[in-house]
């Protein structure tokens, strides 16, 4: 716990450091910023028990001050459930209290210091020692409160970083709250020709599910790379080791990555190779040149990945392919092993801009070969503009999940209509296919409307089958809803 | 759980008027707020150099639009601003897109601009730091339009089909010098 306040008091150093070195030339500015965003959902039972619906509201009111180079907010929420025992499992909100100061920070920014004291989120290297981020469209919300600081000289960057953070589905799984603290740093060296060199360093202590105590993870790493190399290849490498000091003993474990893209013609080639054994831990989240809306092991995998890129000129497409082969370290022999877990991963995407229409189609397919486990993910996007602001808009998604003793198959489609130029109806069906248990429907119905730029309001009637849904390279297990939802934000 | 001792009526009237008072409160501070001056930041463009918004400020128009890889109507809308810092570059108008992909899709970034044949000016914002600034409900595409004096002239949140002809028409007006005090307001 006293180390991160050593960082802190690094960082305070290096305020000083860089306030000596910074030159004083901005003109002093006074700004306000913030939103206030009101979520209302009113869940009914899906079997009509009206004992079993409830209401669930959320106001939060963010409200910034900045003035010349310096940044002080708070954002304060509140939570009402009607009756908090009804809430699923899978609402990340549940555990949190009613009154909640969710920010508050004192920032400082100038030529070659940027320092935070307060809530923040960060990462160091690419993730592979450290990964704590908000992530809107999953409702991934935990920011770091303690400090950081960056100081920036003429080749060299150096951060640090420290304090308290909770990891926010872990903690609804095991319905009590979690209180970590993570601490650390980087220094990154730019050097000539596009060049640079670095590396980060982590220690965090993890609350432990069980049995009670503290489990101590240690994770260091060394990045290099170069971008525009003889004028068509950016290489980026780090290698990681980390060792988690756990109840029943200590682990060791490492993370290699390499990417390798270039570029001539009409091609476009990204290329990864990647190793990680025994690397994940709870603020983490290793780089990865797969798709952002699929979920991906980190803690044991190996094996490379080849995108490639084509321009049509023309039809006006692009038609992209990624092929990868993973396997793991575990063998039989191990605990819990698979004698390997091989799987092969591939997808291709086209893509068409041509006039009023917009058109994206995907079709991803993954493969474990020892566990005869398949997945699907097919995609269908079509947008018509029909005059300025106002488009058609049809789609479809289907997710499918399929292994020797179970399949479930997700499809929603929608199909959307600018009501005015700045309002979109649309409709919704999706319908839930598992084997053995027969088929769900789910019918619902959106309304976005923009009264001003900074106003948006959103209402939805109806039914949403919930599951797997990523973004950003991240993924979480909604819960099934049905009733109506109604959100209004504000941006001021 | 936490919300044992939530109140039984939803929600109670003195949480109601509660929010009723700051929220009154914020307007009047939002109110006596002098006119919009975008923040300041300094980003790290895609290959590493320094960037500093006030280096540029006053003296060109700056359309600074946040995206990221995973955002589809973020790259509806690249093309055309692409084509648009073609045509007005020698008229003083700056295009900088801000990046705000996590580092761990880092290496995708690149690939994605070549693909899409996008030269103008990228940054890199992986913390969200400046994203926070300008737009806190981190929505994208958002992008703020600044004039050649300096101020905000009209934000743009998200992106339909259109949106660019308008952009366009506002950008010309903006470089060639003929607008006095106008923020457009789309729900007009």
Known sequence: MKRWIIALAVAGSAAVAGAQTEETT??????LFGQTTSYLELNESEDGNSDEDY??????????????KWTVGVQVDYLYYSDPDLADRLDLDRLRDTW??????????????QGRLGTFFSSLGR???LFVQKNEALGFDEPIHGGTATVTFDHIDVTVLGGNVTEPVLQNQYNRKFEDTVWGGRILARLPHDFYFGGSFVHSELDRFFPEGVDDIEVWSLEGGGAEIAGVLDIHAEWAEIEKVEA?????????YLSVASYFGPFTILGEYKDYWNFQYRYNSPPNAGRSIESYNHNDVRGPRLFVSADIPSIGAILSGSYAWFDSHKKETSLGGTDGDQQDEWYVTLEEMAGPVYFLSSYFNRHWSNRKIRQEHIIADLH???GERKEIIVGYDKRLEKSPYFSLATHRSYAGYSLSPYGVFSVRYAWEEKSSFGTDDFWGAELEYLPTPSMTLRLFGGSDPGGLICAGGQCRVEPRFKGYKATFSWRF | MAQTDSPSMFPSGFLIRGTILVTVALLCLVGIAPAASPPDFKLKEINGKWFSLSDHLGKE???????ATWCVPCRREMPHLQKMADDFEDQGFLVVGVNTDPPATKSKIKPYLRRLKITYL????????VLDKYNPTRELPYAVLIDREGSVHEVFPGYRAGDEIRLRKTVQTLLDGNVSEHDPDPGE
């Open chain 1, 100 to 113: 909640e100061l969710r920010r508050y920070y004192v920032d400082y920014t100038s030529d070659h210091f």
């Open chain 1, 127 to 129: 993730g592979l020692t």
């Open chain 2, 122 to 129: 990228n940054l890199l914002d992986p913390n969200n730091n």
């Open chain 2, 61 to 67: 128009v700056i359309y600074v639009s946040f995206w």
């Open chain 1, 248 to 256: 029943l003993g200590t682990k060791e474990g490492y993370g290699g």
């Open chain 1, 26 to 31: 901005s003109t002093p500015s006074f700004r």
């Open chain 1, 55 to 68: 209401t669930k509201f959320k106001q939060l009111l963010n409200f910034n001050v900045e003035w010349s």
């Open chain 1, 384 to 386: 018509l503009s029909t």
